[in-house]
């Protein structure tokens, strides 16, 4: 029988034919920590008792609470730098970046790779065809000293996503209705395979944002094909040679699903979960206290273009708190090159360091009781912005942008003409 | 009541165990951020004190009703959303016998186990709060006393049943030198 491709890319770190419901020992490429849950790596290395299996291949990034709002994390933060240095593996410290962005930006990541990252969020690297899922950090520590871990190998999905993405409409759209269509647990345990021209038609940091999302539906790999555009993608960032995977035309899926996204419109996660999605016309008109643009799923150079873009020569609403947050440093700089800072700041926002603070909470715009913010991020679950008496609604960034001027969720498609 | 309380996750899952059930208001889709919030999870590093903040933002008081031994119960995709591994460990350092679901996240899955926390999965619309359960791991059921059925429990995978025995997965990795991966 033919293979998915997370039996494909299994079966090539195992040393053995392996097919789904298999449990598997495998090598993995590359491996990392965030600074959430690095302070339990480094004690998990330590009960292990064992040395870095390859320097490497481990890397720990600075990115959840960047810079450190408080003593507690900075001890964390300092714990991070002694072992980095002590272990001699690399550290991206404060200010640098949000690990799915710095991970695959800096060159760790190629097609047919197998990784594993201490942080849920890992699966976004499946854009690149690689089979990246998070996991916590007593696993990840057992690969920082082994080089490899068990894999169970996941039944797999099939989505096809097909049609001409309407104006005003970006991936965050076709993500969020797919997750609000099949729910929060229907790809629980299993890989989720992307195709379709309209995925095809999407860039590379579009595709992220897709696969970025797909534990948003329980889904251990978000996985894509290796197309032109990935293979000069990794070319760009990576010296390591890929290895694309394909899958098999006979190979299994317990499901199928299709959709066409022609008519879509901008859609919109509602409080508290992620699958609670409407079109943007149905929550049209919700009040906004804080807009915040950024995060691991939408902070790249095209998503804060498309912010500009709505906002250039425009004030954000009174009373709105606007917070951008680049994803990386490099990021940072080139929309400081292209005039996007300028206009952000010029509108009445903020454009804060590199890192997740708003997303999670840890700093950086956490929510008075009754507030309520809308945000490129890929979680509202209640609390999740640092307050549990808060709400969080999810969309693009043209959406988010589009709310922060009118003070209410508002529809990018008004745009139109700067969006194109 | 109580009628004997083991918290003896660790080691031999042959003993039954009797406990006292506990269900939370929201059933389905608790995530990592519910069980333990990202405001004390960065702050704090001690799981004693982090232990205390279980259930925060939809159960502020359960930590306090809980007894060494209890067992909590949910249902569908316990433990989706974030990797935090102090998420297993805040409810293992309660002393949670074990954590009932219908189905349980991957990530959370693989956490609890490798730190030693039992998961069940099971029908759990057959458990009230306050039910006294005996979970039976050679029928692989739990009797629910209080109510006088037995609910199936799948089986746990080999692999998985060996962490527990071993007491998480940095004590099987010593004891075997690997994963003992074999059925």
Redo the contacts between chains.
């Keep these: 029988m033919g293979k998915t491709l997370a039996e494909k890319i299994l079966t090539n770190h195992a040393g053995r034919d392996v097919h789904a419901g298999d449990i598997a020992v495998c090598n993995v490429d590359f491996c990392f920590g965030q600074d959430g849950t690095s302070g339990l790596i480094m004690e998990s290395f330590k009960k292990l008792g064992a040395n870095v299996f390859d320097k490497t291949r481990f890397a720990m990034v600075i990115d959840h609470s960047s810079p450190s709002p408080n003593i507690g994390v900075s001890t964390v933060h300092k714990a991070m730098r002694d072992f980095a240095n002590e272990k001699e593996v690399k550290l991206f410290d404060v200010g640098e970046g949000v690990c799915h962005q710095l991970i695959p930006e800096r060159g760790y990541v190629t097609c047919g790779d197998l990784i594993l990252g201490a942080d849920s969020h890992t699966c976004t690297y499946g854009a690149l065809n690689a089979l990246a899922t998070g996991v916590g950090s007593t696993d990840l520590a057992i690969t920082v000293a082994t080089g490899k871990n068990w894999f169970k190998v996941p039944e797999s999905i099939k989505i096809i996503v097909s049609g001409k993405m309407p104006a005003g409409t970006y991936s965050k759209d076709i993500i969020l209705h797919i997750i609000g269509t099949m729910g929060a647990k229907a790809a629980t345990y299993k890989s989720v395979e992307f195709y379709g021209n309209a995925i095809k038609a999407l860039s590379v940091d579009s595709r992220f944002t897709i696969s970025n999302m797909a534990i948003e539906m329980g889904a251990k790999f978000g996985i894509m094909e290796a197309d032109p555009k990935v293979l000069k993608w990794v070319k760009q960032h990576s010296i390591r040679q890929p290895n694309p995977a394909f899958a098999d035309p006979d190979a299994h899926y317990g499901e199928v699903r299709e959709f066409d996204i022609t008519k879509l419109a901008p859609q919109v996660a509602r409080p508290h979960t992620v699958d609670n999605v409407v079109s943007v016309e149905a929550v049209g008109g919700v009040k906004i206290d804080e807009g915040v643009i950024g995060t691991c799923t939408n902070g790249r150079l095209e998503d804060l273009e498309v912010a500009a873009k709505i906002l250039k020569n425009r004030k954000i609403h009174r009373g709105v708190k606007m917070i951008v947050a680049p994803a990386s440093k490099g990021i940072y700089l080139e929309a400081v090159k292209r005039g996007f800072v300028e206009i952000f700041v010029d509108a009445g926002a903020m454009v804060v360091a590199p890192g997740c603070g708003p997303c999670v909470g840890t700093h950086n715009g956490v929510l008075a009781d009754n507030e309520t913010a809308i945000s490129t991020a890929n979680r509202n679950f209640k609390g999740r912005m640092g307050n549990p008496n808060s709400n969080i609604y999810l969309g693009s960034p043209a959406t988010v942008a589009a709310s922060c001027l009118t003070g209410r969720i508002a529809d990018p498609r008004e745009h139109k003409k700067r969006l194109l | 009541m109580k009628k004997k309380t083991s918290y003896a996750m660790a080691h031999e899952i042959k003993e039954e165990i009797l406990a006292t059930a506990h269900r939370i208001k929201i059933k389905?889709?608790i995530?990592t951020?519910?069980i333990i919030?990202?405001?004390y999870?960065?702050?704090?590093?001690d799981p004693k004190e982090l232990a205390q903040y279980v259930f925060?933002?939809?159960d502020p008081e359960f930590y306090k009703r809980v007894k060494p031994g209890d067992f909590l119960v949910a249902g569908?995709?316990f433990g989706?959303?974030?990797?935090?591994?102090?998420a297993?460990?805040a409810l293992k350092t309660l002393g949670l016998g074990a954590v009932i679901a219908k189905?349980f996240?991957?990530?959370f899955y693989?956490?609890a186990f490798?730190?030693g926390l039992l998961l069940l999965e099971c029908n759990t619309n057959y458990i009230d709060d306050g039910d006294q359960l005996k979970y039976i791991p050679e029928k692989s059921v739990i009797y629910n006393e209080s109510k006088g059925i037995n609910v199936d429990i799948k089986p746990i995978?080999a692999?998985m049943r060996r962490i527990i025995e071993d007491g998480?997965?940095?004590e099987h990795?010593?004891k075997n030198g690997?994963?003992r991966?074999e059925v």
């Design positions: 389905d889709n995530n951020d519910y919030s990202g405001r999870k960065f702050r704090i590093s925060n933002d939809i569908e995709n989706c959303g974030s990797s935090r591994e102090q297993p460990l189905s996240a991957r990530i693989r956490n490798n730190l995978p692999l998480g997965v940095i990795l010593k690997g994963f991966i």
